[in-house]
Nanobody
Framework: QVQLAESGGGSVQGGGSLTLSCQASGDVYMRNCMGWFRQAPGKEREGVASIIASGRATYTDSVKGRFSISKDNAKNTLYLQMNSLNPEDTGMYYC?????????????????????WGQGTQVTVSS
C-alpha cells in the first residue's frame, strides 16, 4: 500500500504561480512512476504530467512550457511547479503512483497506469 498526500493548492490570479507537493509513504519502490492529474467540475480527469525515477517526464500539451514536474527520490516527494496559470488550469489536482514499466511503455498520462491516488488539492485561478 502507498499513501499519497498532496499540498500546496490555493487561489491565485491569472499569470500567477503555485507549487504543488505530494508526499508518498508506505511501500514506495524506487522504480515507480508518479504523476499529476486534474479534474474540473463536469469534466473528466486529465493527465497533466508524470515522471519516472530517471527524471524522464511527460506533459500534456496545454501545460508544456508552463509546468514543471520533479521528484525528490530520497524524500519520496513529487512536485509540480505551475507558472503562467490561467483560469483553464482550475481544478482539483491529484497525485498518483504506479509501476514505472507502465509509464515507460507509453501510458504516461493514462489514469489506469496508476494504482494509488491522493485525496487532491484544489487550484483555483481567477481571471
Amino acid at each position: 500500500q502507498v499513501q499519497l498526500a498532496e499540498s500546496g493548492g490555493g487561489s491565485v490570479q491569472g499569470g500567477g504561480s503555485l507549487t504543488l507537493s505530494c508526499q508518498a509513504s508506505g511501500d514506495v519502490y524506487m522504480r515507480n512512476c508518479m504523476g499529476w492529474f486534474r479534474q474540473a467540475p463536469g469534466k473528466e480527469r486529465e493527465g497533466v504530467a508524470s515522471i519516472i525515477a530517471s527524471g524522464r517526464a511527460t506533459y500534456t500539451d496545454s501545460v508544456k512550457g508552463r509546468f514543471s514536474i520533479s521528484k525528490d527520490n530520497a524524500k519520496n516527494t513529487l512536485y509540480l511547479q505551475m507558472n503562467s496559470l490561467n483560469p483553464e488550469d482550475t481544478g482539483m489536482y491529484y497525485c498518483a503512483y504506479g509501476p514505472e514499466i507502465r509509464c515507460s511503455s507509453g501510458a504516461w498520462l493514462w489514469p489506469p497506469t496508476f494504482d494509488y491516488w491522493g485525496q487532491g488539492t484544489q487550484v483555483t485561478v481567477s481571471s
